[in-house]
């Protein structure tokens, strides 16, 4: 199909996309006429010794990448596609060659290397013809053979709604295995959206609607940007025509603005960089469609500026750092629009800083600043790495021999671990259905320097997944930016976050996991451990029901008024300065041997007993009561109130009274309150043969995986 078809799709006179504002045209490769291509592909072979016609636009886009590149397999490669097809034609009437050599040249300008743009020109001859992947192995080698057969499964896959998630799974293993079969899918998509006005409506809106929802979000984590950019315009002509149409109308009408704002801007900033002696290229890069769209929408009226930001191409990292400060220094930065993703990249190899300033007039100027390679990989992405299976650098190799493979961003690396990791195939594709969804991403920070690439709303949950893996299911909570947090904490772009691990290798998620779980890693982790673990998931609440009532035997009839309260300890031990003085142990407090006391004088002759730091005895003193003397007596049984806090996790309520237990605790009463925020307070009354044993019961409760403070109750005073 010819990329020169009708296509109501097509933004008329912007090409792929994009206007240039007046006075700041770059100079492009014109669009290709394919049906001269096509009618030149008709004609035949060309002599053994010259590159057919036909190529040599493609010929040119990968000089301009390559200089050095064999040309031979590409001639070849031609030659048998152009003979497998002849006689084949688009349904716009076309010849059929024309779109492998659109394809072809999509990737060439790019950047990709030769053996991709063999495999472009091949990529439907399995598929359409009778070429077999034999005879491309015999004729181009194993790795174009691969390359061919990646693409022609992917062509069978249905990526909608009703798509079969196994094969699905199947076809994207094989992507991750070598990006470059994707990097064909998605210049071939872009082609076939480019043609798409010859297809029916409802053709065009689904094709639309499944580019939008997988092949977009998948050239968004590749890189792809250039890709990612052309097909979201298409898209957005399609699925949303009056929208784009008056998109289209505002970009045209502000190209014919006699003034510029962004050229006066770029002016002033080329005029900086020369007085700072520092090298650089000053662009001006308009908006894409979608692009403005979405600044419409959050800005309501555009203003001249809003149709595009600066560029600043450099040649060194460091150059970039003083481009920033020259800029920030000679002109009126806009702090809050600064981001560095040089000194921390995007999950997709993405690599630039972010800034915004102030132009004469009052108008935000936002500025890209970045190296060439930098904006090679930014347009490219995987495309411009290279081949993965070529011999590195020596630069390139790890110490220990291990080639680099930089065709593998974190984002494609991650993808093969879920797939291998998912229990089913209908939980790996949800769980990329919903990763995909996913557009914009986090960085928080590890205590050691370290960092974690998140999607927004990621939570603690996700993040000790993303560290940890599988461990992560011995994860109790967390700090976040030195504060305890729950596992359910919402992280924010340059939280720091320490994980807080548990000692019992036999620890278990929650069911409860999943709603806070955002990335596939956690998602998939979780879920697969839940689906191994059928009878432990039952109770994957941590604390059942019952537990959340007080654990205690039948209390019988109440107490007299004068007898203390469930759960308050005894005053059978305490000497008092008051002869025939009645003694209470204070409940705000709960004292107990070998506490320093004191003891104030109360209504009816009794003397209640606090602890010495007590904020009751601030009240008292402040009151004018006297003090009593009081002190401990030689018998050392008691009862005391504590209160343990906990994260919420399986089996906590029985190590923790186990615990007691092994320490000669007698749990009187117990009550355990409902989970919240994954959080849970428990309240023991424990009876101690030995008041000395208190603080190592106290250890021994706080040594508990998951509980991460111990403490006396501390109730409001009611006995002053």
């Known amino acids: 199909m010819n990329a020169e078809a009708v296509n109501p799709a097509t933004p008329g006179p912007v090409t792929s996309g994009h206007v240039t504002p007046t006075g700041a045209r770059r100079k492009s490769r014109p669009r290709l006429d394919l049906r001269?291509?096509?009618?030149?592909?008709?004609?035949?072979?060309?002599?053994?010794?010259?590159?057919?016609?036909?190529?040599?636009?493609?010929?040119?886009?990968?000089?301009?990448?390559?200089?050095?590149?064999?040309?031979?397999?590409?001639?070849?490669?031609?030659?048998?596609?152009?003979?497998?097809?002849?006689?084949?034609?688009?349904?716009?009437?076309?010849?059929?060659?024309?779109?492998?050599?659109?394809v072809t040249l999509i990737l060439a300008e790019l950047g990709a290397e030769t053996t991709t743009l063999t495999a472009s020109l091949l990529h439907d001859t399995v598929e359409d013809t009778e070429v077999t992947l034999d005879q491309v192995g015999e004729k181009f080698g194993e790795e174009v053979r691969y390359l061919v057969d990646g693409v022609t499964k992917l062509e069978k896959v249905d990526y909608g709604a009703a798509a079969e998630p196994e094969t699905f799974r199947k076809m994207l293993v094989a992507t991750g295995n070598d990006v470059r079969v994707m990097s064909i899918k998605l210049a071939d998509r872009l082609h076939n959206m480019r043609t798409l006005g010859v297809m029916r409506p409802e053709k065009q809106e689904r094709i639309a609607k499944v580019t939008r929802d997988v092949l977009i979000p998948l050239a968004e984590r590749l890189g792809v940007q250039a890709l990612k950019t052309e097909l979201e315009d298409l898209v957005f002509a399609i699925l949303h025509p009056e929208e784009y149409e008056h998109t289209r109308e505002l970009i045209?009408?502000?190209?014919?603005?006699?003034?510029?704002?962004?050229?006066?801007?770029?002016?002033?900033?080329?005029?900086?960089?020369?007085?700072?002696?520092?090298?650089?290229?000053?662009?001006?890069?308009?908006?894409?469609?979608?692009?403005?769209?979405?600044?419409?929408?959050?800005?309501g009226a555009l203003r001249g500026a809003d149709f595009g930001r600066l560029l600043v191409l450099v040649n060194e990292d460091a150059d970039c750092y003083g481009v920033l400060g020259e800029l920030h220094t000679c002109m009126t930065p806009v702090v809050s629009e600064f981001k560095d993703f040089i000194a921390v990249p995007k999950f997709n190899l993405y690599q630039s800083l972010h800034t915004a300033v102030a132009g004469t007039d009052g108008q935000v100027v936002e500025v890209l600043i970045r190296t060439h390679q930098m904006h090679k990989v930014a347009e490219a992405g995987?495309?411009?790495?290279?081949?993965?299976?070529?011999?590195?650098?020596?630069?390139?190799?790890?110490?220990?021999?291990?080639?680099?493979?930089?065709?593998?961003?974190?984002?494609?690396?991650?993808?093969?671990?879920?797939?291998?990791?998912?229990?089913?195939?209908?939980?790996f594709?949800?769980?990329?259905?919903?990763?995909?969804?996913?557009?914009?991403?986090?960085?928080?920070?590890?205590?050691?320097?370290?960092?974690?690439?998140?999607?927004?709303?990621?939570?603690?949950?996700?993040?000790?997944?993303?560290?940890?893996?599988?461990?992560?299911?011995?994860?109790?909570?967390?700090?976040?930016?030195?504060?305890?947090?729950?596992?359910?904490?919402?992280l924010k772009d340059g939280d720091t976050v320490q994980l807080l691990m548990g000692q019992d290798a036999a620890s278990e998620p929650s069911r409860e996991w999943l709603e806070h779980a955002h990335t596939p890693a956690a998602r998939i982790a979780i879920q697969r451990w839940l689906t191994a673990h059928p009878a432990q998931d039952e109770a994957s609440g941590a604390v059942p029901e019952e537990a959340a009532r007080p654990l205690t035997d039948d209390p019988g009839p109440s107490p007299a008024p004068d007898a203390p309260a469930p759960g308050r300890?005894?005053?059978?031990?305490?000497?008092?300065?008051?002869?025939?003085?009645?003694?209470?142990?204070?409940?705000?407090?709960?004292?107990?041997?070998?506490?320093?006391?004191?003891?104030?004088?109360?209504?009816?002759?009794?003397?209640?007993?606090?602890?010495?730091?007590?904020?009751?005895?601030?009240?008292?003193?402040?009151?004018?009561?006297?003090?009593?003397?009081?002190?401990?007596?030689?018998?050392?049984?008691?009862?005391?109130?504590?209160?343990?806090?906990?994260?919420?996790?399986?089996?906590?309520?029985?190590?923790?009274?186990?615990?007691?237990?092994?320490?000669?605790?007698?749990?009187?009463?117990?009550?355990?309150?409902p989970p919240d925020r994954q959080q849970v307070r428990h309240t023991y009354t424990v009876q101690l043969p030995d008041a000395a044993h208190l603080p190592t019961l106290m250890r021994a409760m706080r040594n508990v995986a998951g509980v991460y403070d111990v403490s006396r109750a501390q109730r409001q005073a009611s006995d002053a």
Not at 397 to 405: I, T
Request: glycine share 8%; charged share 25%; aromatic share 4%.
């Open 36 to 102: 001269r291509l096509g009618r030149a592909a008709l004609l035949g072979p060309a002599a053994r010794d010259r590159l057919p016609d036909a190529i040599g636009h493609v010929v040119d886009a990968h000089r301009a990448h390559h200089p050095d590149a064999d040309l031979e397999p590409l001639r070849r490669a031609y030659l048998l596609a152009e003979s497998s097809h002849r006689g084949q034609m688009r349904k716009s009437g076309e010849p059929y060659i024309t779109h492998p050599l659109a």
């Open 252 to 299: 045209v009408r502000n190209a014919a603005r006699a003034d510029d704002p962004l050229a006066e801007v770029a002016d002033d900033v080329r005029k900086v960089l020369r007085e700072a002696d520092i090298t650089a290229e000053v662009l001006i890069r308009p908006r894409h469609f979608v692009s403005v769209h979405r600044v419409s929408r959050r800005r």
């Open 382 to 427: 995987v495309v411009a790495l290279g081949n993965p299976y070529a011999a590195p650098p020596e630069e390139q190799s790890a110490s220990d021999g291990e080639r680099v493979d930089p065709t593998r961003p974190g984002w494609l690396s991650r993808l093969l671990d879920w797939q291998r990791a998912a229990p089913d195939p209908d939980t």
């Open 429 to 490: 594709w949800s769980t990329l259905r919903e990763d995909l969804a996913q557009d914009r991403e986090i960085t928080v920070f590890r205590p050691d320097g370290g960092t974690l690439g998140l999607p927004e709303g990621a939570t603690c949950v996700d993040a000790a997944y993303a560290q940890y893996g599988e461990d992560a299911h011995a994860c109790i909570g967390a700090r976040v930016n030195g504060r305890l947090a729950t596992l359910s904490t919402v």
């Open 569 to 673: 300890p005894t005053a059978a031990q305490v000497l008092v300065d008051r002869a025939g003085a009645t003694v209470r142990l204070a409940g705000c407090c709960t004292p107990v041997p070998p506490d320093e006391v004191t003891g104030f004088a109360v209504r009816g002759g009794a003397v209640t007993v606090h602890r010495v730091e007590c904020a009751g005895v601030a009240r008292m003193k402040s009151a004018g009561r006297a003090e009593v003397g009081v002190r401990w007596g030689e018998g050392a049984e008691c009862r005391v109130t504590l209160v343990a806090e906990s994260f919420v996790r399986p089996h906590l309520l029985a190590d923790l009274t186990e615990a007691m237990a092994l320490e000669g605790a007698e749990i009187v009463s117990a009550t355990v309150e």
